[in-house]
């Protein structure tokens, strides 16, 4: 096996490169026919692969490719789920390259060349390496399970027709277990395998003053500056522990014990590795926690995006009417993101001072979710790992969410495996 | 002369217009072309009224446009000061006509219908005034003392090049009073002198977090996010009072007399006209004064414009490297724009946490001014305005800045007189 692998590389690699210059940015419409052109290279390259029955089915948002090999209604069956749309590249000018102008480089950690580009590793990238792994394995006759395939094209903007395609294609889908390569690896000398991701709740506001800009001269001082009041509003989101102050907000976290808390700290990386890596002089988070819990069992809120006023060239005196922001929430088990949700909203309007007025505006969500390390799917990972790496892995709980991930397992009755390989 | 403007009422208007159509937008690199355009269109239009000497001067940057009209060595000399460049439009959507296509429109302060354009008070319009009163006078014989023009294209961007030309000209600048009409009137009903402008200070902060931008959910909770701390340190600049909390900031602001406040506060709109005519529920600003004493005679923060992070569509989970926001204060007597520079920038650095850097860039600035109302310029214009509005006028501190200002006396040793019309 590992000889048709080195045989047909280039070929993988070129045709990988081929996936990563489709702009299929799901959050922009203006990318629509490119995200269509990413749904057809996929469905495509399973059929090239060696699967059956490829479907490129189209919803009100964007397609879904649905794929499949049944050997033998007797073997265990693995539905393999993964995303080819990506996040927006903004900013562009952070780039070093085109974001769909694939490169490869060597960096410190990939001393053999990674491809830079967007999605390389979320998801296309990951999901990429599953088709090819099928091709592989019935090409050297060694496939001795049932494959599906379900590739999406919305997971970046909250996979909102997703729930709907599972419902209604529970038969068609049923599975032994559900893996999903969209998180990472740790490194590969202490490998490990995500088994929790949080939840997400994502929201924008907008803070309005008077009707109309005007001018900071004329007016300063007198009118509620809806940047200003924006700023004291996002700034008072969190008390002096860094603990969020929506009310209700930790009443469903789950104290994790002090035991497992010190397992979780053991595998990972100190803090100083960790601040060199993004160039920061100290970690910034909720006190009593150490960063790896800070982003693993501790939910966290985030401005994404603010903007309001005068923002180009130069200075212009201005009290804008408007100030907008895009705040989301990371959550942990048993945080319900749509009650988290109506509490920000509620909290957010609460806490708006006479002379604004307040929008807010409910973006995509999903739970957090935990998946077990004794049974057979994570056994089998663990084997695989072993084989591959030389070594064991180690379970982590992850920070980042994949929010329709517990939706699977409640409607498909099955647990969910992520074999991630990002290298960080 | 009545006889006289209306005469040519049609033909000053379609002057205006074309005036107001030229886009010298001053702080925008790719419009200068169009302010040198609009400062030709100025010295042609003082040629024409009959002004002689006429010149186009120019700087590092925008053009200086003057001429002069000296009748007899024994008569009192009035400069005119105006400026031909304008604020950038944005945000453009806002616009409900483009902003450099006029159009008349009447509304319930216009009845007889006013110009809407970029620049159509702001000071196209009342410069064009001055010009147009000197061709009067000149057609109707009546001028009985000398003029001199000096007007400038940046203005808005902190008249960085005008001290110069003052200071090697003083000689020729000579005169007994400036005249400057870029203020507003109040209302006609019960006409206002403008005697005191506010100064200014415009900063640009900007604070950097992690060296990149990263994931919300792999480094949510761990690391200091931009957005948030820029927020924070927003916040924090003024008290629950809304008094502005850098060390030093008040150290000059003056005290005015209970009896001086009592008159100030006589002759202006009631907070409910106020609030309704920019669509606000209540007023905001320091505790302890009245709407109209935060305007004119108290220093004021205003964050004027802000952005970081994902902006576009739909969701980004994103925690940037770099938020950025532009902040102005406005001045009043004996606050050195400099000064309060410097403190703004040094207090900024201080609060930041640890965990992000913070550079401060420092804009255009000003010092607030205050004229007399006990001499032969504002009885002049007492007498002028009871004239043509049939009521003595009443002085009044204006909340807006014109940076040049304080200089203009400094250097050419005479008062300057604010007959602004603009109504509001």
Request: with cysteine; aromatic share 8%; hydrophobic share 35%.
């Amino acid at each position: 096996m590992k000889k048709y692998i080195q045989e047909n590389q280039d070929k993988y690699l070129k045709q990988l490169i081929e996936l990563l210059k489709i702009p299929s940015i799901s959050a922009d419409p203006s990318y629509t026919a490119d995200v269509r052109k990413a749904a057809v290279w996929v469905g495509d390259a399973l059929e090239e692969a060696g699967c059956d029955n490829i479907e490129i089915i189209a919803t009100i948002g964007h397609p879904i490719v649905y794929a499949e090999k049944i050997l033998n209604a007797d073997f265990p069956t693995v539905l393999v789920y993964g995303h080819y749309d990506v996040q927006p590249p903004d900013p562009i000018e952070l780039w070093d390259s085109p974001p769909f102008e694939p490169v490869i480089k060597k960096t410190p950690i990939h001393p053999e060349g990674a491809i830079f580009a967007r999605g390389a590793c979320d998801d296309k990238g990951q999901m990429f390496m599953h088709i090819k792994a099928i091709e592989l394995l019935l090409e050297n006759n060694k496939l001795d399970c049932n494959v599906k395939f379900m590739i999406e094209g919305e997971e970046e903007v909250g996979s909102d027709n997703l729930e709907k395609f599972i419902k209604e294609n529970k038969e068609k889908l049923k599975s032994d277990i559900i893996l999903i390569s969209d998180t990472g690896i740790g490194n590969v000398e202490k490998p490990a395998i995500t088994t929790g991701l949080r939840g997400l709740s994502y929201m924008e506001v907008m803070v309005q003053g008077p009707n109309r800009d005007l001018h900071s001269g004329l007016y300063g001082g007198t009118v509620a500056n809806p940047i200003n009041i924006l700023s004291k509003m996002i700034a008072s989101l969190h008390d002096e522990k860094n603990r969020i102050v929506i009310p209700g907000f930790y009443d469903m976290v789950e104290d994790i014990s002090p035991s497992d808390r010190k397992e979780m700290n053991t595998f990972n990386s100190d803090d100083e590795e960790f601040k060199a890596s993004i160039g920061i002089d100290a970690t910034y988070g909720e006190e009593g926690y150490t960063s790896h819990e800070r982003k693993s069992i501790r939910p966290t809120l985030d401005v994404n995006g603010i903007w309001g006023g005068y923002t180009g060239e130069g200075a212009k005196t201005v009290i804008p009417s408007k100030a907008f922001a895009k705040i989301s929430m990371r959550l942990v088990p048993n945080q319900k993101w749509e009650e988290i949700s109506k509490l920000f909203e509620s909290h957010f309007k609460n806490i708006a001072p006479k002379g604004v007025k307040v929008a807010v505006e409910r973006h995509h969500g999903g739970q957090a979710y935990v998946t077990p390390t004794d049974n057979d799917g994570y056994r089998a990972a663990e084997k695989a790992y072993k084989e591959a790496f030389g070594i064991a892995p180690h379970p982590k709980r992850d920070g980042g969410s994949i929010p329709i991930v517990p939706m699977f397992e409640e409607v498909l009755g099955c647990k969910i495996y992520f074999n991630g390989l990002w290298i960080r």
